[in-house]
Structures are given as C-alpha cells and as structure tokens.
C-alpha cells in the first residue's frame, strides 16, 4: 500500500504543468549536441584499382639473320573494395595471351579481404609468408585464413603449390612436373611487437597427375617442415627475432628403406614423432636438415647495435621457400651512429662466414666482410657520401689436405664516393651530381697472384633541371668505366646520355620525353686495339585521355657496331586505368 502511494504522488509531481514548464525553462537547449550537416556521410561502399594492358615487339637483325619477336598481351590489374563496416578486400589479377601458337598462357587471380586488423582472408593465388624457412612468400593456388583475435595468432593454408606440366611434341623442352600439394598451419600468442609463433608445412608430388611415360627421371617427392618463429620486443630500444626449422625432405617417396646403420638421432627423433602420428616417411631419399637465425637489436635516437647470427645446413630444403642459401654460417655486427640531428651518419658491418658445415666437401672457405659508410646532408642541399668494403677470403683443410698451389686466398675491395647538390631560382630546380669508384679483387696466393689481380675505375657526373611553368625536364650526364685484368688486357666504355622530357598543349595531357645514349668502347685484342660503339635512342610519347585513362606508346633503336655487329628495335603499347 505504501508502494502505491508513493508512485502515484511521484506521477502526479512530473504530470504537473507547472512543475514541467518550470523544467523546460530550465533547460539549455543551445547546449544539446546537434547533427553536423556540413560533415559528409562515409559512403557504405570504396572502390578503388588500377588495371594495366601492354604488348611489346622486338626486331633483331644482325650479319647472318633478322628477327621478329612478339611478346603477348599482358593485362594486370588490382581492385580494392572498402566497406564502412571495416571489410578490405584487395583483389589482384594477371592475365596473358597465349605466345607462338602453342605457349601456355599465365593467368593468376588472387584475393584478400580482412576484417579491420584481426581477420584475413585468402583465396586464389596467393603468396603467404610465415617464416623465411618454412612458408616465404611462394605462390600458392588455394585458401587460407589468417587471424589475429587478442593474443591468439592462427594461421592456416592448403593449395596447390606447383601445377602438373607434361612435355608434347611441340614443346619438347617443357620440363615434366608433378603437381604438387600441400597444405601450412601456424599458432601462436603475441602481437607484431612481440610473439612466439609454431609453424608446420606439409606438401607431396602427385604420382598419377601425369602420364608414366612422361615421367622420366623425374621422381616424386615429399616434405614436412617445423618450424618456430619469434619476437620479443623488450622496450622501444631493445628487440630479439628469431627463425628455426627443421625439414624432412624426402626426395623419392618410392626409395628403399632407410638402413638402420645409417640413422642418426634426427631420424630417432622423426621415428619417435611417428609414433605419435606417421606424417613424416622417411626412406633412403630422407635428408632431415635444421636452419636458424637470430638477431639482437639496440636502438636508441643516436647511436644503434645489432647483432646476427645464421646457420643454414647444407642441403636444406622447404616446398614453401623458392630459394635459400644453404651450407652457410655467419655472424655480423652492424653499428649506427647519427649525430647533429641525423645530417652526419656513420653505418658499420662486419662478419664472418664459413662452409663446410658438415665437412662433406675437401675444402672449408671462410670469408671476412667488412664495409662502412658516412653519410652528410648540409642545410644548403649538399649531400656527401663515402663507402668503403673489403672482402676476404681463404680456405683451410676439410676432409682432404690443402696444399699451396690449389689454396685459394684472395681480397675484394671497393672504394665510393659521391656528392650532389640543388639548388632554386626562376621557377627551376637544378641538380649536379658526382662519383666515382674503384674496385680491385686481389689473389693472395703466390702461384696465381700476379695473373689474377683485377682493377675497375667509373666515374660519372651529370646535370638535371626541373622547370615546372614550362614542363621542361632536361637530364645531361656522362660515365666513363675501365676495367684491366693484367697490363696487357682492359676495356674502356665512355660516353654520353642526353634525355628531355615536355609537356605539350595545354592541359600537360601530352608529354614526350626523347633519350639519346652514345659509349664507345676499346678493347685491346691480340696486336690491335678493337673499338666499337653503341648508339641507343629512345622516344616515348604518353597521353593522358581522362583523369582515369593514360595511353603511352614507346620505340627504341639500338645500334651496335663491333666484332659481332648488329641492330635491334624494339616498341611498345601501353594503357593504364586508375581509379
């Protein structure tokens, strides 16, 4: 009952027409937040791209025959669609006519879409990259997903990652490939500043995705990669990376078993894995090979240290890497010094490096490199910059003993300088720049030294202006390089170049830009001198149809007169959309 009362009495008093008005004299209604009129909506959908067609030709004529090549038409594109929910997604593309009739054409289209900063999607051809000893950015066509949800990374793909090829009769030199498959997984905690990431790569070759009778000497193949990657970023001046792997390359999945004396605990520790889960065959073929890198990074506003170490064992191999390296250990140590508000820095490095790592071969090389460079930008626009490198090398005994006259010792060092300065007035920006450097590769043993020394001398100096009332560009330059083996063998290549580049009409929707290049080279050969020459013109004429439409058509002639006299003439078309 009192419940009652008390609800009804607090109805009456805001029902109250003089307790309301009272309320709304009150109130500020200038102080009440409006809509912005003048601020435009965000639209619901972006598209924003670009897309590139272009063809070329080329004509060779020379003393014994004459030439005509045609390259396909190339089209390239990307489009990128933007919703204002947060969805990116980039999509990318690539597309060629067939050449010569009977050519494969290249056709790729690839993917994206990422949801704000914690998911990824991805399909088509795509080029993932986990870790630079397990999946490195090779083109695969599948799926993947990448997500980055807190501190949990994931990250999952599957594709194929090379197409089966057959060689026909009228292309015999197509080199047979299986197709091959395979799928990655990676799982971690952390952000980009710091993280610990677990990867696993997994791809086979399909026996049946070609003919027997194509198949040759090709066998098919199989390969499992672990690997461990990771960041610890302590502060803003310290960081720790580092890589590791491990791959099981199995290069025929049909070789005979893996005899029990030839094991080493790496195949112990595979079998043991195998226990688990049999994912991992291992045969006569199986090579089982670790890689690692690390790094440590000291950074402050000026002065920086950083220290790497790398070891990748021979015979090293990941499906999901195009190349890496392999038989090499190395250390570096790379200091920075900046000094007067950056305009004065000093760059460092040295390191040394070896092979051998597993003394299979007769000889280890063992390499020091050392460089450093300084760095000076003035107020007045002038710009100074000198570097200096050695390499070194030698050897010493692996499994077989060096003697002196197959030693090989020998040094490489290279000196460079450059200056350059700018300068206004007029409406025009002028540029002069110069440099020159030196290089020599020296052998150290005394059998070969004086037959193996080599020196190299270039230096170039050239003039640009700017003037943008007129869309006048003009860019003068000459180089000069002499190259001398022993006192009775060098080559001299001198001359200039000239390029100029104008706007024309009004607009600056046409410009033409004409380039002229003249060297002459000699080279001594047996009781004479030989000279020649190369001239090499080009004219490019680019038209700009819309804001959104480009055209630009290209020709070049180049003529070269020597021992081996010929001429070449090439042109291209070329048309661009953005928008």
């Not at 630079?132 to 990652?161: C, D, K, S």
């Not at 089966?164 to 015999?172: G, M, Q, R």
């Not at 020196?455 to 001398?484: D, E, I, K, P, T």
């Not at 190369?534 to 490019?540: E, G, H, M, R, Y």
């Amino acid at each position: 009952m009192k419940t009652s009362f008390f609800f009804l009495l607090l109805y009456g008093l805001l029902s109250s027409p003089t307790l309301a008005n009272s309320r709304l004299a009150h109130l500020d209604t200038a102080r009440l937040p409006r809509p912005d009129s003048t601020r435009p909506t965000p639209p619901t959908l972006t598209l924003t791209g670009d897309l590139d067609l272009s063809r070329s030709f080329s004509v060779m004529r020379s003393q014994q025959e004459s030439s005509l090549q045609h390259t396909p038409w190339y089209l390239t594109g990307s489009l990128t669609l933007a919703t204002r929910s947060g969805w990116v997604i980039p999509l990318q593309g690539v597309w060629s006519s067939p050449s010569n009739g009977y050519g494969q054409a290249y056709n790729a289209i690839g993917v994206s879409p990422r949801y704000k900063n914690w998911l990824t999607l991805h399909g088509g051809y795509r080029n993932l990259e986990f870790s630079p000893f397990t999946l490195a950015g090779y083109t695969v066509l599948g799926a993947g997903i990448e997500l980055n949800a807190g501190l949990l990374r994931v990250g999952l793909m599957a594709g194929r990652f090379t197409k089966a090829v057959t060689p026909t009769a009228t292309d015999p030199d197509r080199v047979a490939a299986f197709r091959r498959m395979g799928y990655g997984a990676r799982i971690g905690v952390g952000n980009e500043r710091t993280y610990l990431d677990v990867i696993l790569l997994q791809a086979a070759d399909d026996l049946n995705s070609i003919p027997s009778d194509s198949v040759g000497y090709l066998t098919p193949a199989q390969n499992v990669v672990l690997g461990l990657s990771g960041r610890l970023r302590a502060n803003r001046k310290l960081t720790v990376e580092v890589d590791a792997a491990g791959s099981a390359y199995t290069s025929d999945i049909h070789a005979e078993p893996m005899p029990a004396a030839l094991a080493d605990r790496r195949f112990g520790y595979v079998n043991y894995l195998n226990d688990v889960r049999n994912f991992i065959p291992v045969n006569s073929s199986t090579r089982i090979r670790t890689a690692l890198q690390a790094s440590l990074s000291y950074q402050t506003n000026w002065v920086g240290l950083r220290l790497r170490y790398k070891r990748v064992e021979p015979g090293y191999q990941s499906m999901g890497t195009y190349y890496l390296p392999t038989d090499v250990e190395h250390l570096t140590v790379a200091p920075t010094i900046r000094l007067f508000k950056n305009r004065l820095q000093f760059q460092g490095s040295l390191g040394w490096q070896h092979n051998n790592l597993m003394n299979q071969k007769p000889a280890r090389t063992n390499r020091i490199i050392g460089s450093a460079s300084l760095a000076y930008a003035s107020e007045t626009n002038l710009t100074l910059d000198l570097t200096v490198s050695n390499y070194g090398l030698t050897q010493r005994a692996g499994y077989r003993p060096l003697t002196d006259s197959i030693r090989l010792a020998q040094t490489n060092r290279t000196l460079s300088g450059s200056v350059s300065k700018s300068w206004t007035g007029s409406g025009q920006l002028h540029m002069v720049q110069g440099s020159a450097t030196y290089q020599e590769l020296q052998e150290l043993t005394s059998f070969t030294a004086e037959n193996s020394r080599s020196r190299n001398w270039s230096y170039s100096v050239s003039y640009s202006m700017q003037h943008s009332a007129s869309g006048l560009n003009l860019n003068l330059s000459y180089q000069y390089s002499c190259y001398s083996h022993t006192q009775d063998i060098g080559f001299l290549v001198q001359g200039p170049t000239l390029s100029v580049e104008k706007k024309l009409f009004k607009g600056e929707k046409v410009s033409l830009l004409c380039m002229a290049n003249y060297l002459r080279n000699s080279q001594p050969l047996a009781d004479e001198t030989q000279q020649g020459f190369v001239v090499n013109t080009t004219l490019t004429l680019d038209y700009q149809l819309t804001p959104v439409h480009r055209l630009s058509v290209s020709g070049s002639d180049n003529v070269n007169q020597g021992l081996q006299p010929f001429r070449q003439q090439q042109g291209s078309v070329r048309y661009t959309m953005a928008f």
